[in-house]
Structure formats: structure tokens, C-alpha cells
């Protein structure tokens, strides 16, 4: 028995020993212990910007010619397949109006440089437009910057058309130079019975088409934006004279184009823009697809025949000259000085008196019936046109240069609806431009003060109305010395005069809910 016990005891030993050495074990291997991991790494994780660029070329054609790129430098005027020169322009004259892929540069290239336009001229620029990387949308702003007179020569003359002026938009060229333009599905220069015509009337003169005008070639509207990568042609034809679209054939008659454009000069831009598509889904060029923002009318029917409508008073000083009626409401015929009326009181008959002053009538609501109603619903209108003005929905805030204070000197102002932030005073220091054509129409709203400075002007161009401006403000509108201010002020129902300081020249209407101060002023209806 001893002896298995003795066995029993050193089993047990060996045991304990063994697992001694497995606890040592542990602890040794608890100290020293390596985890099974696994690293997987992502390197040169990048955001880059792409790219939206848009290149042009140009491809010239101007009476039956080519202009043609030179191995030599140079482009020069050459023959269009299969015809003979014309006498004009002279083959391998030089000409600028063809250009490969490139960025445009202000003043480098045009598309029409021409400088001995005659009736019967007439011409063509294949331009294409190449979309770089990404697909965008697609637009042409177009403006007419100058139609000017230049200079007055006898023939000029006896068409009746007045001698030239110092103004840059006088002239006649703008509206005989007709244009038609459309998309290019083939790049071949000729329109093509199915290919898009860009005008919704087809074909117009400079003064409409080119006038302030957007045009889309891709936007929202048409849903489907040019392909990155991609090229698209625009065919841009001309005429000096009548030009038709008759069948799959675009015409031009120079019996449409006469003596009173002698000598002029028209200078129009053309600039193209793309914006990226992707994200961007509601974007549009800026207005319908073929014309621009111009807003409707105000309407100023019951107010037409006033060159001056106020509430509270009309005052002159100096040799002031008026075309058109005056006159105020509620207040009396004693609120209107420095006229000399005739006669100088009511009478108990006449419904209105008589100045030198003015060509036409002044009235006052202490005159006899029906003055009085007439005007209670002419200052009603007033007031009304005032409001609907600066209910428009607006398309530009903040024309201009400066903060609060916002001046539009130089600027060539498209039709539209305008305005500034407050206090929203604007001040013209210098020439501004309002182009468009006869039928467009440009409101201001204008929270704060108007203000034109000494012998400065609106001009007007594309054949832009007086009739069709309206600027709706709020505080005083000042006309200093000189100046040449074109359309009707509506002055509103604060501090709202209208102020004429001497020699001021307005082409519209001064028609204010307070008062109205003249100093030798020319005050004509447009």
C-alpha cells in the first residue's frame, strides 16, 4: 500500500509540477501577448473640381465671299465655292470675322466688323460653340450698344431726318440691318426648313433682336442640356435692307434701306455663357426662350395727357417750357405759382386756364366741372400706377456700384424690373443706357432718393420708349442742372418731391403725390 501511495503521491507531484510550469506558462505568455490584427489603408482621396469651359470659333460670309484663314497669318476675303467675285468686298481683301477654337477676348474678335455697309449687303457667321468636360446649360446675351448718326450728310438731310446730335443713339442703321439666326444641325451655314429659327418673329432689325435681348439655346425650358464634349452651330444672317424668310430660303432686298442711314455706325455684343446642369435643374436663361424680362406695362391711361400731376403743389422759376397738361389735386389753382395763368382765378366758368409756359392745359380742382372729378380720378390712377409699380416681381437687385447707395452710371441696362436695397438711394454720375425695343419695358423701385447728376443723360437705345420707363421712388427725385432725364417719375406719398433744377430737360412725366419744383425746366410728354 505504501508504495501506492508512494505513487499516488508522486503522480500528484508531477502533476502539481506540470501544472505549475502551465501557470508559469501563462503568466509568461500573458505578458508578451501579440493580437492577430488585420489594416487595410485607402491612400490619395481627392476632391477635384471639373470644369466647365466654353471655346468659340467663327466662320465669316459676306456677299457671296469666305473669309479665309492664311497659311501665311492673316485671314483675307475669298470666293465661296463655285462663284465669282463680287466687286465688293475685293478678293483677298483682308477680314477678321473667321477664327478657330478659342476664348473670346473683348474687342479681338467679331463676329461683323464692317465699315461700307450698302442697301443689298447682306451676310453670314457659322459660329460653333464646343462644351469642354461637363454638359451645361446654354445662352447668348446680346446688346446693342451704339446706333449712332455720326455725322449728317445732304441726302441724309432730305429724308427729313434731323441733323445730327451728341447723342450715340440717333441713328437709323440699327433699324435696317435685319437679322435671323437659328440652330445649325449641320454646321453648313445655310437655314434649312426644320432647323430652329432663335426670333420668335423670324426675322427682325438690330433695334428689336439685338436690343437687350437673351436668348436660350439650352436651359430648363427646353429640358435637355448640351453634351460635354460636344459642338453646336448657330447660323447668324444679315441683311441692310428687307429681309424675308420665304420657303427653305432666306432673302435680302436693299430697297428697304434708305438715305437716312448714310454715314451711321451701329456697334452691338454678343457673349455667350454656359452654367453646369448637373444640380442645377431649374435653371433658365432669363425670361421666355426667346426675348427678355421685359415686365407688362403700368397702366398710365388716366394720367396720359399729364406732363405734370401733383397733390400738393406745382412751382416754377425761370423760362420753364411744358408740352403737355398740368395739374393738381385736391389742392386749388393757388398751389400752382410762377405760371401766370389765364385766367389767374376760377372764374365760376372755365374748366381750366392757360400758361405761356405750357402747351396745353393747367388744372386745378377749384376749377369748374368736371375738373374737379377728372382730376380726383387722375390722382387716383397716379396713385395706383405708384403701387402696381412696386408690386412687380423683380428680376435685378442692386444694379450697379455701391452699397445702400447705388450708382448705374454706364451701364446698359436691359428691360426689366429694378431694385435696391435700402435705403435704396440711386444716383446716375455719369451717362446710363437703357436698351431694348419699342415695345419693352424697364420699372425702378426705388425706397430711397433719385438722383441724376449735372448734364448727364439717360440715353436710350435699340429703339427704347420714354413711354415705357417708369421709375417708382419713394423720396426725392433731383434733376440737377443740365441733365437729360428720359421717362415718367411717380414719386410716392412720403417725401417725395420732384425737383427740376435749372436747364433740366425731362422727356416723360413728373407726377408726383407731393410737390413739384421747376427752374427753367423742358418738361415734354413722350
Known amino acids: 500500500m505504501s508504495g501506492l501511495t508512494d505513487n499516488k503521491n508522486s503522480m500528484k507531484k508531477i ?6 510550469i502551465a501557470a508559469v506558462a501563462a503568466v509568461a505568455i500573458g505578458a508578451t501577448t501579440a493580437y492577430f490584427s488585420d489594416t487595410e489603408t485607402s491612400t490619395g482621396n481627392t476632391f477635384t473640381a471639373g470644369a466647365i469651359d466654353l471655346k468659340v470659333d ?3 460670309h459676306y456677299n457671296g465671299m469666305v473669309c479665309t484663314i492664311q497659311g501665311t497669318g492673316g485671314s483675307t476675303w475669298q470666293p465661296e465655292s463655285g462663284t465669282q467675285p463680287p466687286f465688293y468686298p475685293a478678293q483677298g481683301s483682308p477680314c477678321d470675322g473667321t477664327w478657330t477654337l478659342t476664348d473670346l477676348q473683348n474687342g479681338v474678335q467679331k463676329f461683323f466688323n464692317f465699315t461700307d455697309i450698302k442697301p443689298g449687303d447682306n451676310g453670314e457667321n457659322t459660329i460653333s460653340l464646343h462644351i469642354v468636360s461637363n454638359p451645361a446649360w446654354a445662352c447668348v446675351d446680346v446688346n446693342l450698344t451704339k446706333n449712332d448718326d455720326v455725322s449728317s450728310t445732304e441726302p441724309e438731310l432730305a429724308t427729313g431726318d434731323p441733323a445730327n446730335g451728341d447723342s450715340i443713339f440717333d441713328g437709323e442703321l440699327a433699324q435696317n440691318i435685319k437679322f435671323a439666326a437659328w440652330g445649325e444641325t449641320d454646321g453648313d451655314n445655310i437655314w434649312e426648313v426644320g432647323e430652329p429659327l432663335l426670333f420668335s418673329n423670324k426675322s427682325g432689325p438690330a433695334s428689336d433682336v439685338l436690343g437687350g435681348r437673351t436668348y436660350t439655346l439650352a436651359d430648363s425650358a427646353t429640358g435637355t442640356p448640351l453634351p460635354g464634349g460636344s459642338t453646336s452651330y448657330i447660323g447668324l444672317a444679315w441683311c441692310a435692307g428687307t429681309q424675308a424668310i420665304v420657303g427653305n430660303t432666306i432673302t435680302c432686298d436693299g430697297a428697304g434701306m434708305g438715305n437716312n442711314t448714310q454715314t451711321d455706325s451701329m456697334v452691338a455684343s454678343v457673349a455667350f455663357r454656359v452654367e453646369q446642369s448637373r444640380n442645377n435643374g431649374q435653371f433658365v436663361c432669363g425670361g421666355s426662350n426667346q426675348e427678355s424680362q421685359s415686365p407688362e406695362p403700368v397702366n398710365l391711361s388716366s394720367v396720359s395727357g ?14 420753364t417750357a411744358i408740352t403737355g397738361d398740368i395739374g393738381v389735386s385736391p389742392i386749388g389753382y393757388a398751389a400752382i405759382t410762377g405760371f401766370a395763368l389765364i ?9 381750366f386756364s392757360t400758361s405761356a409756359l405750357v402747351t396745353g392745359k393747367v388744372y386745378a380742382s377749384d376749377y369748374t366741372a368736371p375738373t374737379p372729378a377728372n382730376l380726383i380720378a387722375a390722382v387716383s390712377a397716379m396713385q395706383a400706377a405708384y403701387t402696381d ?24 441696362l436691359a428691360p426689366g424690373v429694378y431694385a435696391f436695397n435700402g435705403p435704396g438711394n440711386v444716383i446716375i454720375s455719369n451717362d446710363v443706357t437703357l436698351t431694348g425695343s419699342a415695345s419693352d419695358v424697364w420699372i425702378f423701385q426705388i425706397p430711397g432718393t433719385l438722383n441724376i447728376s449735372a448734364a448727364k443723360k439717360v ?7 420714354a413711354s415705357n420707363i417708369i421709375w ?12 437729360t432725364f428720359e421717362g415718367t417719375i411717380l414719386g410716392g406719398p412720403g417725401a417725395s418731391t420732384i425737383a427740376g433744377q435749372s436747364g433740366a430737360i425731362l422727356h416723360g412725366r413728373a407726377l408726383g403725390q407731393t410737390n413739384v419744383t421747376l427752374i427753367a425746366n423742358t418738361v415734354t410728354l413722350p
Open 15 to 20: 502533476i502539481l509540477s506540470v501544472a505549475m
Open 459 to 465: 440715353l436710350l437705345g435699340g429703339g427704347a420708349q
Open 306 to 319: 399729364f406732363a405734370i400731376l401733383s397733390k400738393t403743389g406745382i412751382t416754377t422759376t425761370g423760362t
Open 389 to 412: 409699380a412696386n408690386s412687380r416681381a423683380i428680376n435685378v437687385t442692386n444694379a450697379g456700384t455701391g452699397s445702400g447707395t447705388w450708382d448705374i452710371a454706364g451701364l446698359s
Open 58 to 60: 467663327s466662320t465669316q
Open 343 to 351: 385766367p389767374t382765378v376760377p372764374d365760376g366758368f372755365n374748366t
Open 472 to 483: 417708382a421712388v419713394a423720396g426725392t427725385t433731383t434733376l440737377q442742372a443740365g441733365s
